[in-house]
């Protein structure tokens, strides 16, 4: 049986596809499957999949008919892969060799570990601009010391990290009620990170490239929108697990603190939303003539 499943949803990615294909070609751990969910590309990308597929047995090219929503095409390779282990790759990122090797090492030795993450190296090929962003240290072994640290020190690269397929499943469940690509990344690891369901792996990076920044970025008052939902969403998850009501309440402020660098800071939105709701109303009014 496949031990992985990693799926590739492109669009029009010519300019990094091969390169990201070649990545995955050349990891040192070998028992997995590829899926590339070609969102109906039309620059070069497709023919591309189609020559690294017929050349390697383990990839396989799916090309959509039309072009579909990119969540939908994210869901569509989850419901296509076969493996215990999956994983999402976006077409212009990159790991080291090992990276495959030492995230299922961490889910083979650790059962009860939903999500394997690794360190992150983030490139914005637009600015030039790169930094490195380390894994978070826990204050303690206990799973609420755990979920703490997974929570304040979280990267929406995790998103791309090594799942069990049925947590993955389960994660995009609840973005179901979600009606935002903004921040979603994190309410998909979102059961994980309260469960302390996270593992650290050390020793392999993960090479993020920002290439086309900005596409799903929110006005100041959808933004607050995305905020109150996603608390709300993440304060139910909370309300879910069987922690006491004492680390329940830890829990929710830690949310707070989390939401504000991950999502938007609370009072800094509030005052934008404002603002801009003001500015609305201003030009809807028309003006009046004496």
């Given at each position: 049986?496949?031990?992985?499943?990693?799926?590739?949803?492109?669009?029009?990615?010519?300019?990094?596809i091969?390169?990201?294909?070649?990545?995955?070609?050349?990891?040192?751990?070998?028992?997995?499957?590829?899926?590339?969910?070609?969102?109906?590309s039309?620059?070069?990308?497709?023919?591309?999949?189609?020559e690294?597929?017929?050349?390697?047995s383990?990839?396989?090219?799916?090309?959509?008919?039309?072009?579909?929503?990119?969540?939908?095409?994210?869901?569509?390779?989850?419901g296509?892969?076969r493996?215990?282990?999956?994983?999402?790759?976006?077409?212009?990122?990159?790991?080291?060799?090992?990276?495959l090797?030492?995230?299922?090492?961490?889910?083979?030795?650790?059962p009860?570990?939903?999500?394997?993450?690794?360190?992150?190296?983030?490139i914005?090929?637009?600015?030039?601009?790169?930094?490195?962003?380390?894994?978070?240290?826990?204050?303690?072994?206990?799973?609420?010391?755990r979920?703490?640290?997974?929570?304040?020190?979280?990267?929406?690269?995790?998103?791309?990290?090594l799942?069990?397929?049925?947590?993955?499943?389960?994660?995009?469940?609840?973005?179901?009620?979600?009606?935002?690509?903004?921040?979603?990344?994190?309410l998909?690891?979102?059961?994980?990170?309260?469960?302390?369901?996270?593992a650290?792996?050390?020793?392999s990076?993960?090479?993020?490239?920002?290439?086309?920044?900005?596409?799903?970025?929110?006005?100041?008052?959808?933004?607050?929108?995305?905020?109150?939902?996603?608390?709300?969403?993440?304060?139910?998850?909370?309300?879910?697990?069987?922690?006491?009501?004492?680390?329940?309440?830890?829990?929710?402020?830690?949310?707070?603190?989390?939401?504000?660098?991950?999502?938007?800071?609370?009072?800094?939105?509030?005052?934008?939303?404002?603002?801009?709701?003001?500015?609305?109303?201003?030009?809807?009014?028309?003006?009046?003539?004496?």
């Amino acid at each position: 049986m496949i031990r992985t499943s990693i799926v590739i949803p492109t669009f029009n990615g010519v300019a990094t596809i091969r390169e990201c294909l070649d990545c995955i070609r050349g990891q040192s751990f070998v028992d997995f499957e590829a899926i590339i969910c070609d969102n109906a590309s039309t620059d070069g990308t497709s023919e591309i999949c189609a020559e690294v597929a017929a050349a390697d047995s383990r990839f396989v090219h799916i090309r959509n008919d039309k072009t579909i929503p990119a969540l939908e095409n994210f869901k569509q390779g989850l419901g296509l892969a076969r493996a215990p282990y999956f994983m999402w790759r976006a077409d212009d990122d990159l790991t080291d060799e090992n990276h495959l090797r030492s995230t299922v090492r961490t889910l083979d030795e650790n059962p009860d570990v939903k999500l394997a993450v690794t360190k992150i190296h983030r490139i914005n090929t637009t600015s030039g601009r790169e930094a490195d962003y380390p894994l978070p240290v826990s204050s303690g072994k206990d799973r609420l010391s755990r979920a703490t640290a997974t929570l304040l020190g979280c990267h929406p690269s995790w998103f791309y990290g090594l799942w069990r397929r049925e947590a993955a499943v389960d994660g995009l469940s609840i973005v179901k009620a979600y009606p935002y690509l903004w921040a979603f990344d994190h309410l998909v690891t979102m059961r994980a990170m309260l469960h302390g369901e996270v593992a650290f792996v050390t020793d392999s990076v993960f090479i993020q490239r920002i290439m086309r920044e900005g596409f799903y970025h929110l006005d100041p008052v959808e933004r607050l929108a995305a905020r109150k939902a996603y608390v709300a969403l993440s304060r139910k998850l909370i309300a879910d697990t069987d922690y006491s009501e004492n680390e329940k309440a830890v829990l929710r402020g830690v949310l707070e603190k989390h939401a504000n660098k991950r999502v938007a800071p609370w009072f800094k939105t509030h005052k934008r939303a404002l603002r801009a709701r003001v500015a609305r109303f201003f030009r809807l009014v028309p003006p009046t003539y004496r």
